[in-house]
């Protein structure tokens, strides 16, 4: 156990390092980059004639940065403040970015654990039936099938969904998270259907591509295990084959995937932002699109060290949860 | 310097040649990369570059027809050029970031993993790290934020940022490669031998591991169209260079295209053009996935 306890210290350790490096590279890289609002605003003062301090002092009011900080300064001060869980304020929303993040996150986090799930039941699905007739026509056709459908990157597929489901056939809702008027917003059934509604598109085509993906790993795992003595010595007992793929091969067969999807999920949150241009939602794959097409850096930073702190994590709980459910596998 | 090229003998390339065309889901993929290079260079030769010249207002978003042909099959963009010559000149662009990108990422993955897997001890414990450290990371995100920021079209720096993550599932798998082939009783005999360390790694370790590059090197290229086309088509890169994501990002914006029916056309074909190139990429992944030898898959 105390193994286990330093093992998981090290990770975390490594994890808040790594935050550490994303974040200082991008904010050095960010900060300086021409065409950022805090330069544009100074650079429309200065046209107009005003002074640089004035301008400088104008812009310290708009924005609450001092443009005239010195570059190290001005990065030990923003790691203080991160420290004290200030994310600093977005340029273009004049907003604390913790707020922006926080308002948008759940309807991410929504998006991507729907099609995740639903993927995955898919995957487990036609993995353990095309598992079940292995070597077979039945199963080369998956595999082939699968192949295709994983070629399609997924912001092609939403275009593609957009265009036939939604523009020329108006099944579906064109762009929006939800189309109710704001007094109905709440946890009651028009909502929530209505978000659903506007939601199925999305979903689908976060889903469609990823399906492949676990149908190759159920299907070869399930192939392995069932070529073990215990499934053998079960068959010629005679218990039935469903009750053999479900209870004796697919338990087991899911458990490598399963910790995959904990670590798929913040891969995804950063994924997020063609789906999420594209129709028009809420979240935070959007709010960084938005936030690096004009340049907003404490914006796209602290975005940024969401999603990347979220996958970090995501990833040392895949492994504990391998460890858990996986008792032939322990950290060494 | 003398570069050792690894001796294959005549009989062994009649082998491969036979595995390579029994394996037809390798052979499709293979004949739709080939196809899409022709269209990137011949192709080039037999179509106009979409110009001024060609554009003609009047005729815009015409649905593909036989008149002049080859020039109208594709239809008209939104000043009247032919479409086809968007898709044709836009693929060059396309094909140098992913052939730049999959030469710095199999560099770096193979000499990378060569080194840790050869040399093992704590060099080996300092580049696993790197790799795990690196195969962790939200790496789409970060792209992004470089690509935007940096606001380039040189193909060198964007191949630079599309592969800078990539190469660190390749250098794993070929250090796990390595560090069980170095075990392996024959390569310890040549060792033992006194062979020609280079002649060692290039044809014992190498060669055998070709089906793995491979693999890795065609999803690698499948990820650097779809960050590519993605970049561009949602208007995160400069819109200077003909390209897919371009035509794509154009079809999408220009004029509400997207919402009405007369941009059906120059919607459609740059996303079916995108869709089956990167299904001849991953049919060559999973074509060269069924070359390696089953035995040596387990480690």
């Known amino acids: 156990m105390k193994d286990v306890i330093v093992w998981i210290l090290k990770r975390l350790g490594i994890a808040a390092g790594t935050v550490f490096l994303v974040i200082s590279a991008t904010y050095i890289l960010l900060r300086y980059a021409p065409g950022n609002p805090l330069q544009l605003y100074i650079g429309s003062c200065l046209s107009q004639g005003y002074s640089l301090e004035t301008c400088?002092?104008?812009?310290?009011?708009?924005?609450?940065?001092?443009?005239?900080?010195?570059?190290?300064?001005?990065?030990?001060?923003?790691?203080?403040?991160?420290?004290?869980?200030?994310?600093?304020?977005?340029?273009?929303?004049?907003?604390?970015?913790?707020?922006?993040?926080?308002?948008?996150?759940?309807?991410?986090?929504?998006?991507?654990?729907?099609?995740?799930?639903?993927?995955?039941?898919?995957?487990?699905?036609?993995?353990?039936?095309?598992?079940?007739?292995?070597?077979?026509?039945?199963?080369?056709a998956v595999t082939t099938i699968s192949a295709a459908v994983n070629a399609i990157p997924n912001y092609i597929l939403a275009i593609i969904l957009l265009l036939f489901l939604a523009v020329y056939s108006h099944i579906f809702p064109i762009n929006g998270s939800y189309s109710v008027p704001a007094s109905e917003v709440g946890f009651n059934w028009i909502f929530i259907s209505n978000v659903l509604y506007h939601y199925t598109l999305p979903i689908l085509s976060f889903a469609i591509p990823m399906i492949p993906g676990w149908i190759l790993g159920i299907r070869s795992a399930a192939v392995a295990i069932s070529k073990e003595d215990y499934v053998m010595y079960a068959r010629l007992r005679g218990v039935k084959s469903r009750d053999l793929m479900i209870n004796y091969i697919g338990r087991l067969a899911v458990i490598p995937s399963f910790t995959r999807l904990m670590y798929s999920f913040g891969l995804l949150l950063g994924a997020a932002a063609f789906i999420e241009s594209t129709f028009g939602l809420f979240g935070i794959g959007s709010l960084y699109a938005t936030a690096l097409s004009s340049r907003d850096y404490p914006l796209a930073i602290s975005t940024l060290m969401i999603i990347v702190a979220v996958t970090v994590l995501g990833n040392i709980i895949a492994d504990i949860l391998y460890g858990v459910l996986d008792p032939r596998v322990r950290v060494r | 310097m003398n570069v050792v090229i690894p001796q294959i003998s005549r009989r062994e390339l009649r082998k491969w040649r036979r595995i390579l065309l029994s394996n037809k889901i390798f052979m499709a993929g293979l004949i739709i990369f080939i196809l899409y290079v022709l269209m990137g260079t011949v192709g080039l030769l037999i179509i106009p570059p979409p110009s001024a010249k060609l554009a003609k207002p009047a005729n815009a978003f015409k649905p593909p027809s036989l008149k002049d042909f080859p020039l109208y099959i594709f239809g008209t963009d939104y000043e009247g050029i032919p479409l086809i010559s968007d898709i044709v000149w836009g693929t060059p662009f396309i094909l140098e970031v992913s052939t730049l990108a999959s030469v710095i990422t199999v560099g770096i993955g193979v000499i990378l993993g060569l080194l840790a897997g050869y040399i093992g001890g704590p060099l080996d414990k300092f580049l696993s790290a790197i790799f795990d450290i690196i195969l962790t990371l939200p790496t789409f995100p970060i792209i992004l934020i470089l690509a935007t920021f940096i606001h380039t079209n040189n193909p060198l720096i964007l191949a630079g940022i599309l592969s800078m993550f990539s190469w660190a599932g390749l250098a794993r798998s070929v250090r796990g490669f390595t560090y069980s082939l170095k075990n392996q009783g024959y390569i310890e005999t040549a060792i033992i031998l006194g062979f020609n360390t280079r002649k060692i790694i290039l044809n014992e370790m190498i060669y055998p591991m070709m089906p793995y590059i491979l693999v890795h090197l065609f999803q690698d290229m499948m990820f650097y169209v779809y960050g590519l086309v993605g970049l561009y088509a949602y208007g995160f890169l400069p819109l200077t260079t003909a390209n897919w994501g371009v035509v794509l990002d154009f079809a999408m914006s220009i004029g509400g295209a997207i919402y009405s029916p007369l941009g059906f056309w120059n919607l459609i074909i740059p996303l079916v053009t995108i869709i089956i190139y990167e299904i001849g990429l991953m049919f060559m992944a999973l074509g060269a996935d069924r070359l390696v030898n089953p035995r040596m898959r387990n480690f």
């Open chain 1, 56 to 140: 400088y002092a104008r812009a310290k009011l708009v924005f609450l940065i001092d443009p005239n900080e010195p570059p190290l300064e001005a990065y030990a001060n923003y790691l203080v403040q991160l420290a004290h869980g200030d994310l600093g304020r977005s340029l273009i929303y004049h907003l604390p970015v913790a707020e922006l993040i926080a308002k948008e996150i759940p309807w991410t986090v929504f998006l991507v654990t729907t099609s995740l799930l639903l993927s995955y039941a898919l995957g487990v699905l036609i993995g353990l039936f095309s598992a079940k007739y292995s070597g077979g026509k039945i199963d080369s």
